[in-house]
């Protein structure tokens, strides 16, 4: 089982933390009414209702985000979980927040061992994901539960992943370790299919072909135990700042 270094900031926090507010204002919003019919306030005026109202669209804005992290929270664990099959040696780490030039991003997965380093993206978008990686949106579309077909844009996960692996790649060099850098993009949920155009990273579907991946893969370089050892220090210290 390779070596786990846990992150401080995963999307199962922010889940979580959006939720207790999307309670916390939930529970006003039912008090308010409470107050306002036991006591029989009368609120003749419409904006009377107006912090009823705020409290009511904050509610469900903060429920909606915390179902989407948990959603996203959900991806991650099940990518951490193929990543973490890989053998003794290897090393996966979560939530790095990676800064090149004044420029950051917070990865989902680093992975270091023997067959090199990759980032993953891990994705747990369901229905049909359509697009070309040279656009910066992708296209998802989906079923829903009546019946109807509908579609949304994403985010184009190859430019992401490209651009934490030039940062990476930067940072390491410039701390004398001159190594290639993989980007990896792993869809996790089982309900998805991905037709996407001239991508030059890997996308990968279901997750349980995330290990098989890199120990299979034709990789551009081997890293030895010392060259690991030192690269997963390097990252672990930009994980704990």
């Given at each position: 089982?390779?070596?786990?270094?846990?992150?401080?900031?995963?999307?199962?926090?922010?889940?979580?933390?959006?939720?207790?507010?999307?309670?916390?204002?939930?529970?006003?919003?039912?008090?308010?009414?409470?107050?306002?019919?036991?006591?029989?306030?009368?609120?003749?005026?419409?904006?009377?209702?107006?912090?009823?109202?705020?409290?009511?669209?904050?509610?469900?804005?903060?429920?909606?985000?915390?179902?989407?992290f948990r959603f996203g929270a959900k991806g991650e664990n099940l990518g951490l979980a193929q990543a973490l099959k890989l053998p003794e040696g290897y090393h996966?780490?979560?939530?790095?927040?990676?800064?090149?030039?004044?420029?950051?991003?917070?990865?989902?997965?680093?992975?270091?061992?023997?067959?090199?380093?990759y980032i993953v993206e891990v994705k747990n978008h369901n229905g049909k994901i359509v697009g070309d990686a040279e656009n910066s949106e992708w296209t998802q579309l989906k079923v829903g539960r009546g019946g109807g077909r509908y579609s949304k844009k994403i985010n184009n996960p190859v430019k992401q992943v490209k651009g934490q692996v030039y940062k990476l790649s930067k940072y390491l060099k410039e701390n004398g370790i001159n190594v290639w850098v993989?980007?990896?993009?792993?869809?996790t949920n089982?309900?998805?299919?991905?037709?996407?155009?001239?991508?030059?990273?890997?996308?990968?579907?279901?997750?349980?072909?995330?290990s098989h991946y890199i120990l299979t893969c034709k990789n551009r370089q081997y890293l030895n135990k010392n060259l690991i050892s030192k690269?997963?220090?390097?990252?672990?210290?930009?994980q704990k700042k």
């Open positions: 089982m390779a070596n786990f270094h846990k992150g401080r900031n995963n999307l199962g926090g922010k889940a979580n933390r959006n939720l207790i507010a999307g309670l916390i204002f939930s529970i006003l919003v039912i008090t308010s009414f409470y107050i306002i019919f036991s006591q029989h306030i009368q609120m003749n005026e419409w904006y009377s209702f107006l912090p009823v109202m705020i409290f009511m669209v904050l509610a469900s804005y903060f429920v909606k985000r915390g179902v989407i996966v780490f979560t939530n790095v927040t990676i800064s090149y030039q004044n420029y950051s991003q917070e990865t989902d997965l680093i992975i270091v061992g023997m067959k090199g380093i993989e980007g990896i993009i792993l869809f089982e309900d998805v299919s991905v037709n996407v155009q001239n991508s030059s990273i890997p996308i990968l579907f279901p997750a349980k072909r995330l690269v997963a220090e390097m990252i672990e210290s930009v």
